[in-house]
């Protein structure tokens, strides 16, 4: 049985009245709901509110799950709804940053790949140097536009193939792939005087 075949059942089960069924749906994807939600709001106090209101939010529409697509796919869109509007409600502006994952635990897979694998046994020049880098990284995904922004890091944080990020954005893949093309370029320009780079190759 496959993950998204298992999620069926259990919500099939949670519709039935099963509140079990539920609470394993919120064990499976609590971490990364939170890991989601903390690159929107960079407010780690936010997180954990926001998250438990994304599940609440779920559990109240789970009647009108149809199906159409994963649970995943519907979970992560109303946690990203509920943090846009909790961002509003305190007028800020919601922005996805990798800078928010700083206070995840080190052994935790969302690391930034970049810095991980640039400072493993490296020399303290090394590290500094990594940590120049995905500052700077975290600065250019921060001054994407919002498409921009989420399609990068669906693709490059959360590991998504193109069809699940043309899923989940609601647009052709070759939009999606477009996006991600223009996010690593102005990535890479970004990055370009840190790695003197020669020009036309990216990241």
């Given at each position: 049985m496959t993950a998204d075949q298992a999620d069926v059942l259990l919500v099939q089960r949670a519709k039935s009245g099963d509140t079990r069924a539920f609470e394993m749906l919120v064990v499976k994807y609590q971490r990364r709901i939170e890991r989601l939600i903390a690159r929107m709001v960079r407010d780690v106090d936010l997180v954990q509110d926001i998250a438990q209101e994304t599940f609440i939010r779920a559990y109240r529409a789970l009647p009108q799950f149809r199906g159409d697509s994963a649970f995943y796919t519907w979970l992560y869109r109303i946690a990203v709804n509920t943090a846009k509007k909790a961002l509003v409600d305190l007028k800020r502006d919601p922005l996805v940053v990798e800078s928010a994952l700083a206070s995840v635990s080190d052994d935790d897979d969302e690391t930034s790949r970049v810095e991980r694998e640039?400072?493993?046994?490296?020399?303290?020049?090394?590290?500094?140097?990594?940590?120049?880098?995905?500052?700077?990284?975290?600065?250019?995904?921060?001054?994407l536009s919002e498409d921009l922004r989420q399609a990068?890091?669906?693709?490059?944080?959360?590991?998504?193939?193109?069809?699940?990020?043309?899923?989940?954005?609601?647009?052709?893949i070759g939009t999606v792939r477009s996006r991600i093309f223009r996010a690593r370029e102005a990535i890479a320009l970004r990055l370009r005087p840190l790695l003197?780079?020669?020009?036309?190759?990216r990241w």
């Open positions: 640039l400072t493993d046994g490296a020399t303290p020049e090394a590290v500094l140097a990594s940590k120049e880098i995905a500052e700077t990284v975290n600065a250019a995904i921060a001054a990068i890091t669906l693709r490059e944080i959360e590991g998504l193939s193109y069809e699940e990020i043309a899923e989940m954005m609601n647009c052709p003197d780079t020669r020009e036309g190759e």
